[in-house]
């Protein structure tokens, strides 16, 4: 088997069927299986993806695992050279398994890598080419630095803005909505690191696989289209929580012991600060129409 393709769903069954019907539209003379894991959704999809793709290994969680944890359950069971993350708000292009394995093949220095990922309006998900979110790299980006000068590299560390979009270099995050990962990255540095529940599990990858001496990189000579829930609709209090949680268990985990304690508590105080204003601007915001989209794992970084 050339590559195992893990989807999660949660409660996103259409998504998730028109994500797999892109995939098996594929032009790939690759072999590929394809793994959904379910985290016990409400809305039939567990039912609906059975009946509408029986040749696909399903696992149906009895409880919402997260999204880390449940790919982990997909790389236990998956036997392919490499390991595809997609998410189920995604549509792949006909080529796009040809295009990126044919890279991995042809460069076994790298971990991992990631294609170009387009929002359904035509502009980039930035998420697709990132740096490390250091202390420095996250102030700037934070307080619009790398927008008031993004041709400085200084400034950009962290969106890496300063960069095209169409050229092709080693990053240091890929984004959780499309990674391609080596088994034999996953077998040394290991899974997704499930203290992350639904958010910063690609960052903390990427920053393991780095330091395993694997490179990573963007190769935009190919695309997906990344739905994402839309940016003023009102989110669970559980989404915003998780997502600003996140940060802070990155920044324990990995910078906590390079950087002084004032620097440490300025990370800490702008993370709490950044969460109550996410908050308020949440509650402020008009409700969600329940559509099913904002089911999904959206993956946008701060």
């Given at each position: 088997?050339?590559?195992?393709i893990l989807v999660v769903n ?10 797999l019907q892109s995939v098996y ?31 696909i290994m399903l696992i149906a ?242």
């Amino acid at each position: 088997m050339d590559v195992s393709i893990l989807v999660v769903n949660y409660n996103t069954c259409q998504l998730t069927l028109d994500c797999l019907q892109s995939v098996y539209a594929s032009k790939t003379q690759y072999r590929y299986e394809v793994i959904v894991i379910d985290n016990h959704s409400s809305d039939g999809s567990v039912e609906a993806i059975r009946a509408a793709y029986p040749e696909i290994m399903l696992i149906a969680n009895q409880d919402n695992t997260g999204f880390a944890k449940a790919n982990n359950q997909g790389m236990e069971v998956a036997s392919g050279r490499y390991v595809l993350l997609l998410n189920s708000d995604t549509l792949v292009q006909p080529d796009t398994l040809d295009t990126m394995i044919q890279f991995m093949d042809t460069h076994p220095e790298m971990g991992a890598s990631g294609c170009k990922v387009i929002l359904p309006d035509g502009s980039l998900d930035k998420a697709c080419k990132r740096g490390f979110p250091t202390p420095s790299a996250s102030f700037y980006y934070a307080f619009g630095w790398s927008k008031r000068y993004p041709d400085n590299p200084k400034y950009n560390q962290y969106q890496l803005g300063h960069l095209s979009p169409d050229d092709e270099y080693p990053v240091d995050v890929l984004v959780g909505a499309f990674m391609l990962v080596r088994r034999e990255t996953i077998d040394q540095v290991g899974g997704l690191d499930e203290t992350f529940f639904m958010y910063g599990e690609d960052i903390d990858w990427c920053y393991r696989i780095k330091q395993a001496g694997w490179g990573i990189y963007y190769y935009p000579h190919t695309y997906i289209i990344h739905i994402k829930g839309g940016s003023a609709r009102r989110r669970p209090l559980k989404i915003i929580y998780e997502f600003h949680r996140a940060m802070w268990v990155f920044h324990r985990k990995h910078y906590k012991q390079q950087y002084s304690w004032f620097t440490n508590m300025a990370v800490y105080a702008g993370i709490t600060v950044k969460f109550g204003m996410a908050f308020l601007k949440n509650k402020l915001s008009a409700p969600v129409k329940p559509d099913g989209g904002e089911q999904s794992r959206t993956e946008v970084k701060a």
